[in-house]
């Protein structure tokens, strides 16, 4: 009787204790499957920079490169790290490959700077967008500077004539090999001995003249040069270290040798001088800051709200309309998602552009603005990442 107690007490404990197991086991189960699930959510399910895609950009670069002594581009996608491509050489004399810590001019990405720098003014009440040339610049001769305001010089709607289409500016540059040194009332000048294209406001028109004029409107608010309001509201602040406002021909070392065949043949134009450029495209930069910039023209952090509307001014029914035009808003252009800005000058060719919806940025660098290969390239990885 009492061995037939204890077993039936034995068995009871063995069947509690297997329930106890499989009770167990289903919690466990569950809560794999819950994180299963989690990571799935939160892990790389759309990831960009794959083997895949590194590969077609690899691809994309390799059709670029003929028609460049060198192509740089970084790809940099938050969160999935960079990827850094390089083809040709920094130097034909030497055969010194390209280098992505090497210097080289910016170009016409300088206006994005020129551009933020009135921005920043503007929220300080220095300047007010709303006043015209004249009211800022009374002893300039400009036609339509009382009717043109800050902003339209900015959104690129003044209807002034660029000075680079100017004959004598021209003869100027190609003639003397870029021996000449231009002062911003010189290239001003070449300027405004023509008419207005249009009424200010009513179009718009690529004028590299609109951001040389803000360039002197800023020097006038401060009463600083345009270098020193660069390096305190804008290099200091970003923590960009090799961005520099040139006081010479020469580029600091190490720099990429640029050339152009705008003078018949293919020659080095690396030491020309930048003074032609001035607020419109005088930078000198690396990959280094320009990585951070590309942040900052998509985050904005150094603008106020309002600012940060100015900036993105284009006109989204027109973006809608057609997606695949470039748009420009203060100092900006907005490809499909892509913001940024392209920059051309003697002897390189650069692109920087930041995806809004992707958190992806493209920069590109090619030493020689002939054809634009830099800015071939970056259409052709956004294609790439644009499918994605």
Request: with cysteine; hydrophobic share 35%; proline share 4%.
């Amino acid at each position: 009787m009492k061995t037939s107690v204890l077993n039936l007490v034995s068995i009871s404990s063995c069947k509690k204790y297997y329930l106890f197991l499989l009770l167990i086991i289903f919690l466990f189960s569950l809560l794999f499957q819950s994180c299963t699930k989690d990571s799935s959510i939160t892990g790389p399910a759309n990831k960009i920079l794959t083997d895949e895609t590194i590969a077609k950009l690899q691809a994309a670069a390799d059709k670029v490169v003929p028609h460049t002594p060198g192509l740089i581009a970084y790809i940099v996608k938050e969160g999935e790290g960079e990827v850094i491509i390089k083809r040709g050489v920094c130097n034909l004399a030497t055969n010194e490959p390209v280098d992505e810590k090497n210097f080289f001019r910016m170009a016409s990405i300088t206006k994005t700077f020129t551009t933020e720098a009135v921005l920043i003014l503007a929220d300080r009440q220095l300047i007010d967008l709303n006043k015209t040339i004249s009211s800022y610049l009374p002893g300039y001769t400009i036609p339509g500077g009382d009717k043109i305001t800050v902003r339209m010089l900015g959104n690129m709607t003044s209807g002034l004539v660029s000075y680079t289409a100017d004959t004598t500016f021209y003869k100027q540059l190609y003639s003397l090999r870029g021996e000449w040194v231009f002062s911003p009332p010189e290239l001003i000048f070449y300027s405004s001995k023509y008419p207005l294209k249009f009424t200010p406001g009513s179009k718009y028109d690529y004028c590299n003249t609109n951001t040389v004029i803000l360039g002197e409107i800023i020097k006038k608010v401060t009463g600083k040069s345009v270098s020193q309001v660069f390096t305190e509201e804008l290099f200091l602040p970003l923590g960009m270290k090799n961005t520099t406002w040139p006081t010479s021909r020469y580029l600091p070392a190490p720099y990429s040798h640029g050339y152009s065949a705008n003078v018949g043949s293919l020659i080095d134009v690396t030491n020309w001088n930048p003074s032609y450029a001035d607020a419109a495209g005088i930078l000198i930069s690396n990959f280094t800051d320009l990585k951070i910039w590309a942040k900052e023209i998509n985050g904005m952090k150094l603008l106020s709200a309002s600012s940060k509307a100015e900036r993105r001014g284009w006109n989204d029914e027109d973006l809608i309309n057609n997606p695949g035009q470039n748009y420009y808003g203060f100092g900006l252009m907005k490809y499909r998602d892509w913001i940024g800005h392209s920059g051309v000058i003697e002897g390189y060719n650069t692109q920087i552009y930041y995806n809004t919806v992707k958190d992806i940025m493209i920069i590109t660098n090619t030493n020689t603005q002939d054809n634009n290969p830099a800015e071939g390239a970056f259409h052709l990885f956004a294609d790439i990442i644009d499918t994605i």
